[in-house]
C-alpha cells in the first residue's frame, strides 16, 4: 500500500466508525480498565544507540553537536562523522542474544503487566518490520522483527503488549549535522537522516536540545501525513493496547494529526475488540481523549482521571550505556505505591545491551520488584484512591524530570489505596515499632468502623487501637523491612 492509499484508507476508517476526528467525538473514548487496573509496566529502549554506549540514548543527535562531549568521543573513537556516521553503528547492532521469551519470563516475574518497546526512538531506525522505512531491524542490524517477536512473547505470557514511537522528534533530530561536513549531508541517506530540519537564524536558542525554530514551527505537512501513516501502519500490524508518544506531538502543527490518528487507533481497535489508549505528554490531547503521562516525575495529589509516570531505572541513560548508575529496587517500589495512591500507573524502563541481553544491575531490581509485589501486590492491583492519597511530611515534587534522588521517607509517611471494602495502608519506611496512623483516628462514634487489621505479607491478625488523635498498630519482627510494607484494614 502507498502512503496515499494509507491516508485514504485512513480517512475511510473514520468517515466510518465511531470516533470522528474532533476532540468532542474522541472524548468520549473511556480508559481501558485493564490499565486502570494493572498499574504496573515494563518500557524498553533498546536501538543503535546502544551499541557506541556513551552519553545517553540521544547520542544520535550530539555526535554531530560540537559542543557537546558526545562529538569528542565519537571522532577520538571512530573517526569523523563524514567517514562514521550514525549509520555506521547499524551493522554493529546485531542483538545476536535477544531472546524475546527470555525477556518475557522476567517482566512477568518482575510483577508488570503490560510490556512497551520503542519501536523507533528520535534516531529514525524502526525496531519493527515496515514499509515505509527500509531503515528497520528486519532488514538491517539484528535481521529480525524485534518488536513483533517481543509482541509474540508477551501474547504467550499474558502480558498487555504496547508500542511506542518517537517518529516525530526525527524531524530535527539530526540537524546539527547540517552544521559541518558530515554524513547527514550526504543524500544517499537522506531516507534515514532526514529531513533534519535546521534554520541557522534560530540556532542560538535552544528548548528541550532543539532549536527555538523547529519548537514553535512545527513539522511540514509533508512530513506530518508520513507521520500518519508510519504510525497508522505501526497500530495496524501489532495491535498494541498503548500507543505511547514522547513530547515533541504538543506542537500545534501536529493537532489535526492527532486527531485522525486518534480517531484511526480507536476506531481500529473497536474493530478489533480491545481496549486501548494513547500516551501523551504536556498539553497534546485534552485528559478525556487520552491518558497523561508525566516523564520522570509524579503527581503531589490524587488525580479524578488515571494517568502515568514513565521513568527508568538507569539515572544517567533509557538507553543501554557503560556507566550507567541504577535505582535500587526500594526506591523504585516507593514511587509505584506513591503513584498508584493517586490514581497512577508506573512504567519503568530498561536498556538492554547491544547483543540484546538485559543488564544483571536491572535483572536484580526487577526481580526485587517482583518479590515485593508477590507480596504485596494486592493492595497495588485492580485497586483505586481512598479519601486521601497518604499522610507523612514527604510528598513528590511537581513536574518532569523531578526522581532522581530517593525521597527520604519516614515512619511517618503512610500511602493508602482501596479495593472491595478494605484500605490498604503502607508504610513507606518502615522502623519496626508501632505504626500510628493519624487518618484512622476514631474523632467520633459515627466514624468509620475497622473491623480487622492484617499485615499483608503475612495474612496475620494484628493488634490494634483506635483512639482520638490515631490508630496504633502492636508491631511485631515482620514490621522491620527496607521496604514498604503494607497494612490490609476492612472498615465498615
Known sequence: MTKQEYLTLIDTVIENGKYKDDWASLSHHKTPDWFVNDKFGIFIHFGIYSVPAFGNEWYARAMYDKNEREFVHHVKTYGNQNEFGYKDFIPMFKAEKFNAGEWADLFKKSGA????????????????????????????????????????????????????????????????????????????????????????????????????????????????????????????????????????????????????????????????????????????????????????????????????????????????????????????????????????????NIGPKADGTITEEETKVLLGIGEWLNANGEGIYGTTFWKQFGEGEVNAEEGFFKDYHEKKFTSEDFRFTYKNGFVYAFQMRPDGNDVKIKAFAKHNPHDFIVSSVTLLSTNERLEFERTANEMIIKANDDFKSDNPICFKIEIN
Not at 538507553?319 to 526506591?331: F, H, L, S, V, W
Open 113 to 348: 503487566k503490560y510490556v512497551m518497546p520503542v519501536a523507533e526512538h528520535h534516531d529514525g531506525f524502526a525496531m519493527y518490520e515496515t514499509d515505509f522505512n527500509r531503515w528497520n531491524a528486519k532488514k538491517m542490524g539484528p535481521c529480525k522483527d524485534i518488536v513483533g517477536e517481543l509482541k509474540n512473547a508477551c501474547d504467550e505470557k499474558n502480558l498487555v503488549f504496547c508500542a511506542s514511537s518517537h517518529r516525530a522528534e526525527h524531524y530535527f533530530f539530526m540537524n546539527m549535522g547540517r552544521t559541518f561536513d558530515s554524513d547527514v549531508n550526504n543524500d544517499e541517506y537522506a531516507d534515514f537522516y532526514g529531513p533534519a530540519y535546521y534554520c541557522p537564524e534560530f540556532d542560538s536558542g535552544t528548548v528541550h536540545g532543539t532549536t527555538a525554530d523547529t519548537y514553535s514551527r512545527g513539522a511540514s505537512q509533508e512530513w506530518l501525513e508520513d507521520w500518519l501513516v508510519r504510525t497508522c501502519e505501526l497500530i495496524d500490524k501489532y495491535q498494541p493496547k498503548i500507543m505511547y508518544f514522547d513530547w515533541w506531538i504538543h506542537n500545534h502543527s501536529f493537532k489535526p494529526y492527532l486527531k485522525k490518528l486518534a480517531a484511526y487507533y480507536y476506531n481500529r481497535a473497536e474493530e478489533w475488540g480491545k481496549e486501548v489508549t494513547i500516551n501523551y505528554k504536556h498539553e497534546a490531547f485534552p485528559p478525556t481523549v487520552a491518558t497523561f503521562d508525566v516523564e520522570r516525575g509524579a503527581l503531589t495529589d490524587i488525580s479524578p482521571v488515571p494517568w502515568q509516570t514513565d521513568t527508568a531505572i538507569g539515572k544517567k541513560s533509557w538507553g543501554y550505556i557503560t556507566d550507567n548508575e541504577y535505582k535500587p529496587a526500594r526506591q523504585i517500589i516507593c514511587d509505584l505505591v506513591d503513584i498508584v495512591s493517586k490514581n497512577g500507573n508506573l512504567l519503568i
